[in-house]
């Protein structure tokens, strides 16, 4: 990894990032979640509209049902995630999302096929009021970046066989679909 210049922060508990934007899911995030729970799919992911939560509509996360185009999402309770406690901290941290490992690190790679990374900035889609710190693991960092872009990957690639696929069924068939 060449050397970087980069934010070293380390989450102050605000619970902002567990309110405020919308967490999309993929399929691997939801496997690692029912397991840990023992819930059902359906009880912990939700399925939003475009006009709810804004993201590139040519992105693969966009799944087309016969009510129109939907994005799978974590479950929120009283505006906030299902899995935060009144703490601020997260019932399900092992089982969490990798977006939530992540978070609120930006990793650029310099090119997909090298992995090298090129930048690591603050994820701007909130103020996150993250406290500065001496030191991060950047290897952990990158690691989690890296396996959440091969997840989402994967995923993308059976919302894209469902979208081709012309069965337009409802929620319940796309979660079989992807293995629940």
């Keep these: 990894m060449k050397k970087l210049k980069y934010p070293k922060v380390q989450c102050a508990r605000c619970g902002s990032c567990c309110r405020i ?27 939003c509209t475009f006009s709810e939560m804004e993201f590139d509509p040519e992105s ?17 309770k009283n505006g906030r995630c ?3 406690t009144p703490k601020r901290a997260c019932a399900e941290y092992e089982a969490r999302p990798q977006t939530c490992r992540t978070f609120p690190y930006d990793v650029s790679f310099e090119d997909e096929k090298s992995g090298v990374v090129d930048e690591i900035a603050l994820n701007t889609v909130l103020a996150c009021k993250a406290e500065k710190c001496p030191k991060i693991d950047l290897e952990m960092l990158v690691a989690n970046v ?3 872009n091969k997840e989402d990957k994967e995923y993308h690639k059976l919302v894209w066989a469902w979208n081709e696929s012309g069965e337009k069924g409802g929620t319940a068939d796309f979660l079989k679909h992807i293995g629940f």
């Excluded at 693969?60 to 929120?76: N, P, Q, Y």
């Design 21 to 47: 934007p919308f967490v999309p899911v993929t399929h691997k995030d939801l496997e690692r979640l029912v397991k840990a729970t023992g819930k059902p799919a359906g009880r912990i992911v939700r399925f």
């Design 60 to 76: 693969g996360l966009w799944i087309s049902f016969k009510s129109g185009r939907r994005a799978m999402i974590l479950r929120r």
């Design 82 to 84: 299902i899995f935060q």
């Design 146 to 148: 890296r396996k959440e």
